[in-house]
């Protein structure tokens, strides 16, 4: 450190220019490349994208009418979009909560087991179906799903319980959906508790126990309040995630039965491709991104955090 | 780590170009008199097989032209196509479902046909989606209907002791009745059944024009506020709400053919290409395919798409030589021995009549006894929305969630509103 | 001073932590059983769980009509470049914006990181036109070069890079090291867990992903492992076998590295939760 202390103080200024110079020209070629992709493949697409929201764009047609905000005036009438629209809440609104209530409890859990072995079989097995491709883990739980040969209704039966049409009744198609997302899908916040839980320091256990306090009491007092900032990034990341949900609904019910699966991801996809009205498509994702957007926000606003990016 | 890291990427870096070079874009085209033509289907089977068969056959005669087809899975055979016209890259020759063809050829992307004389020898609904303007783009290789024909359990008719087969409505009606069977009030055995995707569809058109009915106004909008439109819904209403002979359960998870060849229903209206199914894959032959009883007094008239066929690329650099294949696989040779493999029911007159086509496919008699009364399903435009419309409508109606009167409104709204989008 | 005593609420706690593992093996247990049965015994009533006559038929069916082995090696030359240039483009952006001084910089970095609220489908069909005008359709290359740079993985290296204290970095130039030299050989090493954990991420996503791939590619040559999902699917949706045994061929290899690689990448994902 001191023989860099003391060659800084004997570069001559002129060497410093050149500096500054060598930097600039780093920055450039560094920068240029990654920005021209970044540009090609990402910035145009989505500005191209976006901006068909105001135009009845159809990609096999010559052209292309400007239609000003006739597509939002459109979704103010769909009655489909609307029933998606509630979809997609009630579906964010059943699966985050479930999410995160079942992945910090499991968390805590095996972060109380004594054995460093077994810790890390549990943390592996509640995580393996996190890294499955969403679309294989969707073929998969709808045979499990089968009405007639699925899994679940063979061990139903096996109970001696009537058979229940999980994927086709309009009530527990949504809900079967759910519980494979959670399958899917909780293995994420899982780790990502677990090692909250870790930072927090045992000496606060240690002092609450002195004090007296119970279970519940160091869970609400000191597990809760010191896991906020772990908490938030996991609300928000998994709300960003939710939202946007896709192969599975697409996969296992296609939004059947009567459209009480049907997602605004899985009618914009619809719009988009299999009745290549690009246009509407742009403006429900618009409305999708306003969205998560807001409940972003809102969280963030909430858990009051010094988000930096 | 970083000398490990900068060895991963050049060995991964060779080993891309090395793949992407070897089998990379040669510009396809004429070199030395030789073409190379591409062919897209979708990935059935028994039609890359028959495809295929085409593509040796034609090379017997024409060996300079090589043809190289590409197959794709359904869904995603849909979206490439649309993708490849948009970017101006489309294969030569596309096998394209008939009621898709329209939507190309409006928007100037298929070549016409080069000689329109031999329209005259298909049937009109199998040539409906292919004529726009009247002008021919394409030429169909099959009829593709959903009516006409019934999967049957003879066998079941005869355990409940009743007659087989059923002649009239009334007596299909109460043959399926007889032969629903309930575990419970979980359905066992279907009488009749009819709930998958295009058939709920297609059967409530032909019930509407074996009234005599009509659903098209002379604007190309679509009109269900007939008498004829609410007295075929409500009759397939009944099958669900009053006789319960079937129920919603499968609608969107499985055919219900499959259900058929499990033995999970007693009759099953579905298209003759199911037949195939029954035999390959759960190797059952104690089923019969019948005629479908009308729903009056008149012939059992029925509503059909355009189905498998061919179509040309503007776009193709090979166009004559496209067309060239295209015809040869009509010919009647060649377009019998494909109808065969791909057990489809043909779309050419003289084929169809093919003694030879029953010798080999004797259960396909039932349809093509009714090919006479089909007519072409009419401009519906966007196929899947309009037959989705219908779908959650009738979803609705027999939920009891919605009368038949109102369901058949939003149907007529929601079908108008996109076709104006399609007219503009 | 303690004495031993069966605590009971923690063999409660680890018997439902044991059972709740063996659930979530389930489905994986189910798609491998299915895997092995024949196709009728699938279709046939009453169902049973386990196959009577055990079977690689599936798998026999999925390596004959698919080039499953052309496919595998097209999968992981793909998988292995959009990783290694996604950890490079990343580490070194990052390291440009967390230690460099420029104009424009603050928007550039918010344009960045907007762009990872998009949903997929609305950038898939201009991404689909571009592509084609680069003459790329039909080509490893048009999987490979739109996700050759992350936005998620610039965003990561910069928070990494940040902690790395300047003075190392000053050190570096004025001994002399050029500018280059000084990112590969002092900052690269820094962000190594990080760098694992978007590495095991970018791997899985680029393995998995199979909408693109779908669309972009024609030849049957060219095509990625699981495409095989998206075509047995459509063509033996009544013999599931096929597919289960088509699931159980793309799963493995990602298995495979998630079990060797796990120990940094829980490391990397924690880091990436905390951050």
Redesign the interface.
Known sequence: ?ET?AV??LR?PVSAKGK?HR???S??LF??LP??T??L???????I???MLMFF?YN????SS?FVGLAQFQRLWEDE?FHKAFVNTFKFVFIAIPANIVITLF?AI??N??HSTL?RN?????????A???????A??????F????G?FN?IL?HLGF??V?W????ATALLSIIVMTL?ADIG?NI??F???LD?IPDMFYEAAKLDGANRWQMFRHITLPLLS??SL??FVMTS?SYF?M?PQFQ?M??G????ETRVL?LH??DH???????GY??AM?FI??LI??AV?IIQLRIGRSQWE? | MNKWFAFCMAVVLTAAVALSGCSGSKEEGASGGKVKLVWWSHDNPAFVAANKTLIEEYKKVNPNVTIDLQAFPYDAF??KL??S??AKNPPDIAQMFGTWVT??AK???LQPALDDSIRGNFFDASLGAYVVDNQLYGLPHEYNLENGGVLVHPKMFQDAGVNYPPKTWDELVAAARKLTRYD?N?IKVRGFDFTSGDNITFTFLSLILQQKGKYWTEDGHVNFSTPEAVKAMTALKDFVVKYKTTD???????DISDTFF?G?SAMAIRGPWTIAAGKDTYKVSDFEYMPMPSFTSEPPYFAAESGWGEVVAKASKHSKEAWDFVNFMMDKEQALNWNIKTLTVPANKETASDTKLLEAVPLMKTSIDVLKYGQWIGPVQ?R??FFKQIN?QF??IA?ESVSVEDGLKKIEKEINK?ID?HL? | MKRKTVDVP?IL??A???I???M?????L??VL?SLKENLE????????LPEHPTFAGYETVIREAPFFRWFVNSVVTSAVITLGTLF?SA??GY?FAK?Q?RGKHA??????A?M???F???????Y??ISKLHLINSLWSII??S??S?FGI?LCKQFVEGIPL?LI??A???GA???RT?WSLVMPQITPVMSALGIFTF?GA??N?LWPLIVLNDVQKMTV?LA?AFF?SQHSVN?NV??SA?VL??IP??IV??IF?KQF?KG??LT??K
Not at chain 1, 131 to 137: D, E, H, K
Not at chain 2, 248 to 254: D, K, R
Not at chain 3, 24 to 28: D, E, L, N, W
Not at chain 3, 108 to 113: E, R, V
């Open positions: 450190m860099n060659r800084m570069k500096l060598e930097q600039r780093f920055v560094s920068l990654i920005i992709l970044f090609v493949f990402s910035v145009i697409p989505i191209w994208g976006t009845n990609p096999l047609d010559e009418p489909v499991i859990g095996i109380k087991i077994w079989t549990f943390r592996t097995m509640f995580f393996l179906p890294i499955a491709p969403l679309a294989g883990s073929v998969v739980w709808s045979t499990m089968n009405g007639n040969n899994l063979i039966e009537a058979k049409n994927l086709t009744d309009p399958w994420y780790v990502i677990m090692a909250g930072s900032r772990t990034f996991v960003i946007q896709f996969i019910t296609n059947e039965p009567q459209n991801s914009i996809f988009a491709f299999t009745y290549l009205n690009m498509a742009s994702a999708l991104l998560i957007l972003t990016y | 849909i979206q649309k993708a016209f948009a939507d190309y928007k100037g992307l419970g979980k919603m359960s499968l609608f969107g998870t499985e499990k999970g966007d899947d929305y959650d979803q609705a939920a996109m989008q503009q | 923690y706690l680890f439902a932590l044991f709740g593992s063996i979530m093996f389930i489905p994986y189910w798609m299915s699938i279709i046939r009533t009453p169902p049973k769980i483009t070194l952006a440009v460099f420029f550039l970095f918010i344009i960045i990181l762009t609220m998009i949903p489908q609305v950038v898939m069909i201009p991404t036109l571009i070069i739109p050759l740079v936005a965003f003075d000053e050190a130039r004025m001994d050029g500018e280059f990112f899985m393995w998995n199979y699981p999902l699917n599931y597919v289960m699931a793309i799963m990602v298995i998630f079990l796990q829980i994902l924690t939760g905390l």
